[in-house]
């Protein structure tokens, strides 16, 4: 069995088209990618979260050590 791959991206400083441009360089099929949000000011999350959702990925939302968080996986084709 693969054991996904899983890297964590402090995403507070990032924009929208600078995740989806991180993205879709970076992310493989079957790996996962923790996109650390923080505090969520300006609903953030939520922003990234529907952006992400209509581009075709698979999306959960995350809390973890009081910071928000999206894990974002690739789907498979």
């Keep these: 069995m693969k ?3 899983n890297e ?3 995403a507070e400083s990032l924009n929208i088209d600078t995740t989806l441009e991180k993205l ?3 992310l493989k099929p079957d790996e996962t990618l923790i996109l ?3 505090n969520n000011y ?3 999350t939520d922003a990234i979260y529907d952006t ?3 581009r075709g990925y698979d999306v959960r939302k995350s809390f973890k050590n009081g910071r928000n968080q999206i894990l974002v996986s690739k789907k498979r084709q």
């Design 24 to 26: 879709s360089k970076e």
């Design 36 to 38: 650390d949000v923080g």
């Design 8 to 10: 964590i991206i402090n």
């Design 52 to 54: 992400l959702v209509m």
């Design 3 to 5: 054991q996904n791959k």
């Design 42 to 44: 300006f609903e953030q």
